[in-house]
């Protein structure tokens, strides 16, 4: 019989190699459990992981999460954790149930996804001197990101060989090892070739590893990070003097939103984005639907407050 570290153990390899999942995922994951644990122990309610024995203990720790006012969206993450964990033992024959599968975290309210403003990344772009290597990355990396829709880890993940020119189309080797193919616009195209050829070519003269194929390198040659991503994005703030926030999520947000502001329908822009579920994109349809409402206040007389005796 296996002990919960080999199980664990187990259970990470799985979510690696099968599942595909990144580092900061599979650290989050590892760290969920590991809690869970120390509680079982600490409390007494059983002597590891593998001896639980019934809902109670996890019903408890949902109330001990509750008590120490962690935020409902960490504490239905560290569920999910633990609901997923508990499922690959129950499959593996180390368990005979999974206590978490009836545990209900607390709901979250909806919250609209933050979006950029397009003339704050008319600004960026603008600010960006393309006349370097650096910056002629930088440009292009915003670009794909706003361009694409892209999850900043599948930007990082990018190889060339994922490129097809000859369909202006990328594979995108997405979340759960699940794959799709967004477009790509004559220019951005134009661009791309560019910096494989001349650019690109420049940074990796800097790094001990000459087959290295991701298209995204960093100033020393190596695979741009998603970390290295946000710094160049807090960078590229700071040169053009703004304070607003930039991650590169809100511009995926910003990319799904332009797209239905301007009538593309929901299943293209779901195939686009990469998600299982058409739920995941509907929220996009409430952003459009809150500029809507207030472009309508803001510019029909009658609706106008400040027109109010119209």
């Known amino acids: 019989m296996i002990n919960d570290e080999e199980a664990l153990e187990g259970f990470i390899d799985y979510l690696t190699s099968i599942k595909n999942y990144s580092i900061y995922t599979i650290k989050s994951y590892t760290k969920d459990i590991s809690d869970f644990k120390d509680f079982l122990i600490s409390e007494k309610m059983a002597a590891g992981l593998l001896q639980l024995r019934n809902d109670r203990a996890c019903k408890n720790y949902l109330s001990f999460l509750s008590y120490k006012d962690i935020e409902s969206r960490s504490i239905n993450r560290k569920l999910s954790s633990l609901r997923s964990f508990y499922n690959y033992l129950l499959k593996q024959k180390l368990v005979t149930?999974?206590?978490?599968?009836?545990?209900?975290?607390?709901?979250?309210?909806?919250?609209?996804?933050?979006?950029?403003?397009?003339?704050?990344l008319d600004l960026l772009f603008k600010g960006i001197d393309t006349k370097t290597v650096l910056g002629y990355r930088n440009y292009l990396l915003l670009e794909i990101l706003y361009g694409c829709g892209l999850r900043v880890s599948e930007v990082c993940n990018m190889q060339i060989k994922d490129i097809d020119f000859s369909n202006n189309s990328i594979m995108i080797h997405g979340k759960g090892s699940k794959d799709r193919i967004v477009l790509i616009?004559?220019?951005?195209a134009q661009k791309l070739k560019h910096y494989i050829t001349y650019e690109r070519t420049d940074l990796l003269s800097k790094s001990e590893n000459v087959n290295n194929r991701t298209v995204f390198l960093n100033n020393n040659g190596g695979s741009l990070t998603t970390r290295g991503?946000?710094?160049?994005?807090?960078?590229?703030?700071?040169?053009?003097?703004?304070?607003?926030?930039?991650?590169p999520h809100m511009i995926r947000h910003s990319f799904a939103t332009a797209l239905l502001n301007n009538g593309a329908d929901l299943r293209s822009v779901q195939e686009l984005l990469g998600h299982e579920n058409l739920s995941t994109t509907q929220i996009y349809t409430h952003v459009s639907y809150e500029a809507m409402k207030k472009?309508?206040?803001e510019s029909f007389p009658r609706a106008n407050k400040k027109n109010k005796n119209l």
């Open 97 to 120: 149930a999974n206590y978490f599968s009836e545990v209900n975290g607390p709901k979250i309210p909806k919250r609209l996804p933050k979006v950029v403003k397009e003339n704050e």
């Open 295 to 297: 472009s309508y206040f």
């Open 229 to 247: 991503v946000r710094v160049i994005l807090n960078k590229l703030i700071n040169d053009i003097g703004e304070t607003f926030k930039l991650s």
């Open 185 to 188: 616009y004559d220019s951005l």
